[in-house]
């Protein structure tokens, strides 16, 4: 059996999140009735909310190749930090 790439879950950036939790509960978007009630919110609603243009690749943590790219990860950002330093 030959595995595919397949879109299975969500992934949503959390200081994006934060971030638009923390205006929710300043009432920026919501009438005063809703603004203490972070609970009110759809799902839906929050990801409409998170700008989140983003696409992101999930790997679970206990599979066997993990550690392999989690350090191709980082060597993929630690580039780009040298990048920005050279430039």
Excluded: H
């Excluded at 205006?23 to 989140?52: M, S």
């Amino acid at each position: 059996m030959k595995s595919k790439k397949e879109e299975k879950y969500i992934v949503i950036n959390k200081k994006r999140l934060e971030n638009y939790l923390s205006q929710f509960t300043k009432g920026k978007f919501t009438t005063e009735d809703e603004q203490n009630n972070i609970d009110c919110l759809t799902f839906n609603e929050v990801l409409r909310g998170v700008d989140n243009d983003s696409k992101y690749i999930v790997c679970n943590q206990d599979e066997p190749y993990a550690e392999l790219i989690w350090q191709i990860i980082l060597m993929g950002e630690d580039s780009k930090e040298l990048e920005r330093m050279v430039t």
